[in-house]
């Protein structure tokens, strides 16, 4: 099919399964999060199925990433949060963007390249309700609500959305936090309101709201994981297990394979000693394409439907793994869906200790993206 020795297949009818699953568990708008380049697996790819699927909202964090993205992307509506003092915010109030605006510099900031265009910008109060990350505190809200009523008022600010982020609505089963959040956000919706102003967005709850807390769906939500088709939390439950279908699958193609006998250290430090005569493969990617160095000697791929350890060290390029039967040419798959029988992201997170999010971030740019069904 292809003469590249890795690749990344990007299953469309995946992504449209999650999508039906976020579907199924609300009635809300929903924005889909493709930042990350889509958590890896192409944000230009990931925008045109979700348009053509009907999602109108897009989320990016970095602004100059949602500007690179609504270039390539002219439909529906681009958010993004992440900017610092000093952006250009002229380019993304001329393409129609929508901002989150949570710290008072960006009031000034924004409100100053909006008359410059002489356009009104679209704006996303952000409030924090418990991330100690992006947004107002409630206690500043009524001395800043004000300030974007009068913007409105002006007609320099188009106030579209109130929104927060939920810090810990991934522990279902052990946190009550997200109550707490839930009633600091009613306090700001009630600050917004006896302001004077309305907004027609309210949005708190990213996958792990979807997945579980119901009464943070409010007017839309914005999951990203989980159109991916991994679980918030695999400690709370599986992908597999909340009907969810991954949408990355990582495969390689060996190239050597070769018996050794016991006794033979594989790759750099020798952790690993072969305790009998063992058929070895190279597989070509390595940490430098994001297999996470952690996971040398514990994580496994499939190979013909089996299940084979990696041996060694993971090196830059490449790493070694033990296949009875292995041939070069042969392809491996890293990790995929539980239901083919693959290794998943979310165990290499657990193998490696970090998070699925992770995982499929971190493939690299050298591994190419491949649309598949
Ligand atoms: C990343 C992110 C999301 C999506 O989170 P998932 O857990 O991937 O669903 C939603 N909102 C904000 C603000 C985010 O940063």
Redesign the pocket.
């Known amino acids: 099919m292809t003469a590249l020795p890795s690749r990344a297949l990007i299953s469309r009818s995946a992504f449209e399964h999650n999508l039906g699953v976020v579907r199924a568990k609300t009635d809300s708008k929903i ?1 889909a ?1 493709i ?1 990350a380049d889509g ?1 890896g697996h192409g944000a230009v790819r990931i925008a045109q199925w979700a348009w053509e699927d009907g999602v109108e909202w897009l ?1 990016l ?1 970095q602004l100059s990433e949602g500007v690179w993205l609504r270039r390539q992307h002219p439909h529906g509506r681009v958010f993004s ?1 992440i900017y610092s003092p000093g952006t250009d915010f002229v380019t993304p109030i001329e393409l129609g963007m929508d901002i989150s605006i949570g710290a008072d510099w960006a009031i000034d900031e924004i409100a100053a390249a909006a008359r410059e265009v002489g356009q009104p910008v679209r704006v996303h109060i952000k409030v924090d309700t418990g991330m100690a990350r992006g947004g107002f505190d409630l206690d500043r809200l009524p001395e800043v609500l004000p300030r974007f009523k009068a913007l409105a008022d002006e007609g320099i600010f188009e106030l579209v959305g109130l ?1 927060s ?1 939920l810090a810990c ?2 522990m279902p089963s052990t946190s009550n936090y997200t109550e707490v959040q839930v009633a600091k956000f009613e306090q700001a919706r009630m600050a917004v309101r006896d302001a004077g102003i309305t907004v027609q967005l309210h ?1 708190l ?6 997945m579980w807390h119901p009464q943070t769906h409010y007017d839309m939500v ?7 088709g991994l679980s ?1 939390n695999p400690a709370e439950a599986y992908a597999h297990e909340l009907g969810l279908r991954a949408v990355m699958q990582v495969e390689a193609d060996l190239i050597l394979a070769r018996d050794v006998p016991a006794g033979t250290g594989v790759t750099y430090g020798h952790t690993y000693v072969t305790d009998k005569p063992t058929r070895l493969a190279v597989v070509p990617v390595g940490y430098a394409d994001g297999i996470i160095r952690s996971s040398s000697n514990k994580a496994t791929v499939t190979h013909r439907g089996r299940r084979a350890p990696i041996r060694g060290v993971v090196c830059m390029d490449q790493f070694v793994i033990e296949a009875p039967g292995a041939q070069a040419g042969d392809t491996v798959v890293l990790f995929g869906d539980a239901n083919d029988g693959h290794e998943t992201a979310e165990r290499w997170a657990e193998i490696a200790g970090s998070i699925d ?1 992770e995982i499929v971030c971190k493939i690299g740019e050298r591994i190419p993206r491949i649309s598949v069904d």
């Open positions: 924005m999060i930042k958590y989320g964090a949060w929104w982020h609505g991934d949005h709850a990213a996958s792990s709201g979807v914005r999951p990203g994981i989980m159109l991916y918030p999010f």
